[in-house]
């Protein structure tokens, strides 16, 4: 058997039989919103790009199972054939000491945050780690404070904690 654990992230609109009683979660319902979404994923992902053979494709449950089996392969082609893309929300470790040749220099900081920036990216989960100097850390941290979705400073003493999280 086969789990698989969702998180909604946007309000979830529910009815029932009676509009104007309680809500109800019923799997016609969740199975409906997996139709849409997997129609709205795979629109740009199939090789055949014919609405109606897509219709027809995600109208049984089994080509749901089907398509979303083979969704991560896909996206993973899509990922590799542009390797500079990184999606919202994934996991970043920026290390730090790549930002500075032998020495880190005060004067270069607006550089190693500026650097820094553009590898954390929007929404991500940041881990911060590597040799350097703790003015550069502080920094940094706080120049990622509301670009980073969740920031992690990584040592090899006393492995991952959390500097902010906004997930929570």
């Known amino acids: 058997m086969s789990v698989l654990c969702l998180e909604t992230i946007t309000p979830l609109f529910l009815t029932g039989a009676d509009p104007r009683g309680e809500p ?10 997996l139709r849409f979404w997997l129609r709205a994923l795979l629109g740009g992902v199939i090789e055949d790009r014919d609405l109606d053979g897509l219709l027809k494709r995600g109208k049984s449950t089994h080509a749901i199972e089907q398509n979303a089996q083979t969704l991560p392969q896909r996206l993973r082609a899509l990922l590799d054939s ?3 893309v990184v999606l919202p929300g994934a996991r970043v470790v920026v290390d730090l000491r790549a930002l500075y040749q032998d020495t880190a220099r005060l004067d270069e900081l607006p550089h190693y945050i500026e650097r820094a920036k553009e590898l954390a990216g929007e929404g991500n989960e940041v881990v911060l780690t590597g040799q350097a100097p703790n003015w550069m850390y502080l920094a940094i941290a706080h120049a990622l404070h509301g670009k980073a979705r969740r920031l992690l400073y990584a040592s090899p003493v006393v492995g991952e904690v959390c500097i902010f999280d906004h997930t929570a």
């Open 82 to 84: 542009a390797p500079d």
């Open 24 to 33: 109800e979660l019923r799997a016609t319902s969740i199975r409906g919103a």
